[in-house]
């Protein structure tokens, strides 16, 4: 990713969209609602990552971490595509708890 986005949704997934082909891993760094709202476009919740995207939707905490998995390219990137598989906040990783 070669821009900096002010937090829109549309924006970061749109630069999600132009990662260099063969990237396999891409990580988002940014500010919620943003985070939170990118998060939730992109992932479906499907029969055993539900939990990860529920909880989710209910708080995206500073410094939390959303795990997300997709089968395409990137320009393919698209709403409700991506697999919610992991969703880590910072005090799970005292207590070595968390969902993924």
């Known amino acids: 990713m070669t821009g900096a986005t002010g937090g829109d949704t549309g924006e970061s997934a749109g630069l999600a969209r ?11 760094v940014g500010h919620d609602p943003a985070l939170q709202e990118l998060t939730v476009a992109l992932a479906r919740a499907r029969a055993g990552d539900a939990d ?9 905490p500073t410094a939390a971490i ?32 968390g969902s993924g």
Do not use: C, D, Y
Not at 18 to 28: K, S
Not at 74 to 80: G, N, S, V
């Open 18 to 28: 132009e990662t260099a082909p063969g990237t396999r891993t891409l990580l988002i």
């Open 52 to 60: 990860a995207l529920t909880r989710v939707q209910v708080k995206f």
């Open 66 to 97: 959303a795990v997300l998995e997709f089968t395409g390219t990137w320009p393919e990137l698209r709403a409700q595509q991506a697999r919610s598989t992991a969703f880590v906040v910072p005090r799970e990783l005292r207590t070595g708890t």
